[in-house]
């Protein structure tokens, strides 16, 4: 099945109450409510008992994922910011030769190296007569010296073990030395090894996603494994905007914010200082942090989360916005004028 041409990623959670805070509003109504104005892409961990297909939407439900499906987003590749990129030549492994790249290649002796040839002796006809002559003078001289300086037996200027072992080098083999060969042979190229088909049943991370933790649930393990997955799936999606629509799926969001360069957009319905358990004054404390300073825009469900949020992070006052979850309108509004501004770019 082909993909709707989607404006929007619409990164949605379950809607199981969890202790201590307002959750987002049902998923199913929000779709319901925003497709007919604007092409939808949801990713969602489990499916909804109230939701059905939709048009105008493209669903896509994690832990229903088969092998076939995580393998063609392990193959796809990766194009992001971040991605890798092969080396020029000449290093192994290579994707263009020096020329194409406008690299000079080095000189003797290394591998690839281009021959030089000898430099002319430009300063020969240049020399007078007189200056040979000086030349030729000095010649004798030193030849002279040479003769009566009295030299050692061996190639060593003090006699030592070396000496004796006759481990110094004769003056060939000093010379092959001092020559190297250019009979290096690069190694071959490894070939990347195929990726294997996921094992049966599905991974431990989406099998987790099929389960609807308790309300007072830790969702440590489930956040990171709906960001694991979630990002993956993204690259099979045509989108402009995306739209998190809890907290829960932010990491997610982050992390495709960071693939994509696609604008964020939050929607905050609580703050993990309001509540009660020890995970939301830790780890999920610092993720609302992180991706406060992550989103394009941010928009409060209320004016009392607003001031909130003016009054924890404020640097956020000229990215924020007050928008009621019930509100589709402005919300669409909203993120068509973000997608706008994106396109313009």
């Known amino acids: ?9 619409l990164l949605g959670w379950d809607d199981t109450p969890r202790t201590g805070e307002q959750s987002a509003p049902a998923v199913f109504p929000l779709v319901q409510a925003l497709a007919p104005q604007i092409p939808l892409a ?17 669903l896509t439900v994690l832990s229903e994922l088969t092998p076939a499906d995580l393998l063609a987003t392990a193959q796809r590749p990766d194009t992001g910011p971040a991605a890798w990129q092969a080396p020029a030549a000449p290093y192994v492994g290579s994707s263009s030769s020096p020329l194409e790249r406008g ?3 080095p000189a003797e002796p290394y591998v690839g190296r281009s021959p030089q ?3 002319p002796d430009t300063g020969a006809a240049m020399v007078t007569t007189g200056l040979a002559a000086s030349a030729a003078e000095a010649s004798q001289r030193s030849a002279a010296a040479s003769a009566t300086t009295t030299q ?3 190639g060593l200027l003090d006699h030592d073990d070396f000496e004796d072992n006759g481990a110094e080098p004769k003056a060939a083999e000093a010379y092959d030395l001092s020559q190297p060969q250019d009979d290096m042979v690069q190694d071959a190229v490894p070939k990347p090894a195929p990726t294997p088909l996921p094992s049966a049943p599905l991974p431990d ?6 389960l609807t933790p308790e309300p007072d649930a830790d969702l440590n393990y489930q956040v990171i494994q709906y960001a694991r997955f979630a990002t993956r799936q993204s690259f099979l999606e045509n989108f402009s905007v995306i739209y998190a629509t809890d907290w829960p799926t932010w990491l997610a969001a982050m992390e495709i914010r960071q693939q994509t360069g696609r604008p964020l957009v939050l929607h905050v319905h609580s703050l993990a200082q309001d509540r009660n358990t020890a995970a939301d004054r830790g780890w999920i404390q610092e993720l609302e942090r992180l991706t406060m300073r992550r989103a394009d825009l941010v928009l409060a469900a209320s004016d009392d989360i607003a001031q909130r949020l003016r009054e924890t992070y404020p640097l956020l006052v000229k990215h924020l916005q007050v928008v009621h979850p019930d509100d589709t309108n402005t919300l669409t509004n909203t993120l068509r ?8 770019r």
């Open 42 to 58: 949801i990713v969602l961990p489990r499916r909804p008992a109230a939701l059905v297909t939709t048009p105008n939407t493209h």
């Open 337 to 344: 004028q973000l997608e706008t501004t994106w396109a313009g």
């Open 1 to 9: 099945m082909t993909p709707a041409a989607s404006h929007v990623l």
């Open 117 to 119: 040839a000898p430099a």
């Open 152 to 154: 050692p037996e061996g």
């Open 205 to 210: 991370g989406l099998a987790a996603l099929q």
């Open 103 to 105: 690299l000079a290649i």
